[in-house]
């Protein structure tokens, strides 16, 4: 379990006790940074999702939560994401001595979901755009087509009250109303 997961061990009150050796690797902490502080010294913020770590703590001691998806921070400051289950290890009395944390990195996961969620959201937005520029289209096409309606109706008067010639470049006649004839 400890090669592919990070294997933590915390005191009922949430300090740390130990940590196998990949977590140690892959998160850039010492040994001697962790040991005996704070569990809460990962978190990249002083809550999670709006709830304090001592309210969250206090779920993971009393087994109201024991997984979820967690954002946590490396010793360098970057962040990273876990999947993790909370195994609370309980005396002969039944009081918890012991949390044992097994998490997965799933960074990679998280990374690559929200790129797919931007990149939906991009299409949504997008979209949207093109139903906007269809819509302006439409409504210049109709413009167009009343325009055109309009030059018709004044084509045909001016045909009716006065002569219309089309010449070419050289003068010479290549077509003219009728009433150019009569």
Sequence with gaps: VGKISYVIRLSPDGTIIDANERFFTD???PRADLAGKSYAKLFVSDSIDGEPFESLWNKIVTEKLSRGKFERKKADGTSFWVLANYFPRKDASGNVYEVVKLALDITEIVKL???NAQKALD???LNEELRQNMEEMEAAQEEMRRAQAE???IFDSVGKISYVIRLSPD?????AN????T
């Design 178 to 181: 009728e009433r150019f004839f």
């Design 113 to 115: 979901q929200q790129e």
């Design 27 to 29: 998160t850039g902490y």
């Design 151 to 153: 030059l018709g109706f």
């Design 171 to 175: 003068g010479t006649i290549i077509d």
């Design 123 to 125: 299409a949504e937005t």
